[in-house]
Structures are given as C-alpha cells and as structure tokens.
C-alpha cells in the first residue's frame, strides 16, 4: 500500500532534550511538508521542501530543523530551543500532477 | 494580516440545511484551493480543490473561487450530523507579482471553521 508513515504515534520529551519524529513515504512524491497543530488550531507550517537536499523555512521553524538526504524521508528534530512543543505533528507530502496534499497520521508530542 | 483566513466560527446548522464555509488570502500568487474536512484527534483529508474561477460541484460539496476578490468558499447542501467536523482551507502560492522563490510550493492553511450540524 502507498501511503505516508509517521512514527512514532505518541512521543515525551523530557526538559532540554532533543527529538526526532519520523516521516516515511513510498508516493514518489518531491515535495513534502511539516505542520504543527495545536488544540483547536488550525495547522501552522514548520518547513517544507521541494526537492531532495533542498528545504525552507515555514511559519514556526524557530526550534526546529529537518533534513531531506532522501525523497522518500523528511524527518523532523524538535530541539531543546523549542520551549513549547507540545502538540500534534503531522506530516504530508503532495503529487505534483494534482496537487493534492496527503497526510500522515501523526505524532503527539508531550513534554514530560 | 494573516496569509490564509477561514470565517470564525463555529458554525452551526441544522441538519438538511446548507452550510456555507468562507476562506480569503492575501497573495495573489496563490493559485491552487483546497478545502479539507478533519475530525478530532485524526488527520485532515480533502474535499475539494480548485484552480479555475467558479464553481465546481462534487455530490453535496460545492467549491467556490474568485480570484480577483481573492476569497474561496466551500457549500454544503443537505448538511448530516456525520459533517459535524472542522473544516480547514488551504492555499499553495506559485508565484506571481510578489513571487520569491523561497516561498514556492509553500502551502499555508487557514485556522479552521468547527462546524455543528445538529439534528
């Protein structure tokens, strides 16, 4: 089955440690996207990128940092500078034919 | 001024009712529309999308766009208690007459309308 996978489902971070949440996909798709959604938020973009070895800077990326070595991975770290990281993460990478978006499931995320 | 924004709400119809959902931005170098449906606790997944001026029709949904008044709207005939949802708005930008690069492909969504449809 083709789909976007994220992992883990439910994440704790302790004080001034770092995490990373995983984004897997198998669509073939180029361009993927990390959001960040907060109880009764809409979705606010933390980065995104176009292309292998090629990202930009979201809305929220302070605290933040990604890497895209592979087309298939877009992993995001949540650092020890994001001093309010609790929330949903999500994940989505998009077909460049149609332009439709497909989401992961997600990470909540929990500081302990 | 935010870059995507959907109408306050929330929204609530009563069911068989029409509901009408609203979103403006603020590039005009935005091109594509989309309109996705989430329920608490789970991914959003998509309604609709349009790219072309006017409407676009699928079952009870219908899309709306006006570029030049640069808002984007979403009707939904025959509303059921089962649409009871948040429904979020969102905009790719491509380019256009304030076009960066660094900000192509970028897709920014609205912060959400929860709509109530109540029997």
């Known amino acids: 089955d083709g789909g976007i996978t994220q992992s883990p489902k439910y994440l704790f971070r302790k004080e001034g440690q770092n995490v990373t949440l995983s984004c897997e996909q198998n669509l073939n798709h180029d361009a993927m996207y990390w959001y960040r959604q907060d109880p009764g938020q809409g979705l606010r973009l933390i980065y995104y990128?176009?292309?292998?070895?090629?990202?930009q800077k979201g809305d929220i990326a302070e605290g933040y940092s990604v890497s895209r070595e592979k087309k298939e991975s877009f992993p995001l770290t949540v650092t020890s500078a994001q001093k309010n990281p609790t929330a949903f993460y999500l994940c989505?990478?998009?077909?460049?034919?149609?332009?439709?978006?497909?989401f992961g499931s997600g990470t909540q995320l929990s500081v302990l | 001024q935010k870059e995507v924004e959907q109408n306050s709400g929330p929204l609530s119809v009563p069911e068989g009712a029409i509901a009408s959902l609203n979103c403006t931005y603020s590039?005009?170098?935005?091109?594509?529309f989309f309109w996705y449906r989430q329920y608490s606790g789970k991914s959003p997944e998509l309604i609709m999308f349009?790219?072309?001026?006017g409407d676009k029709e699928d079952g009870r949904f219908t899309a709306q766009l006006n570029k030049a008044s640069q808002y984007v709207s979403l009707l939904i005939r025959d509303s059921q208690p089962s649409d009871s949802a948040t429904y979020l708005c969102a905009v790719v930008f491509w380019g256009g007459p304030n076009a960066g690069g660094t900000s192509y492909g970028k897709l920014t969504f609205g912060q959400g309308t929860i709509l109530t449809v109540h029997p």
């Open positions: 990128s176009q292309i292998v070895n090629d990202f």
């Open positions: 349009i790219y072309s001026n």
């Open positions: 989505a990478s998009r077909d460049r034919t149609n332009e439709k978006l497909f």
């Open positions: 590039d005009r170098g935005s091109q594509s």
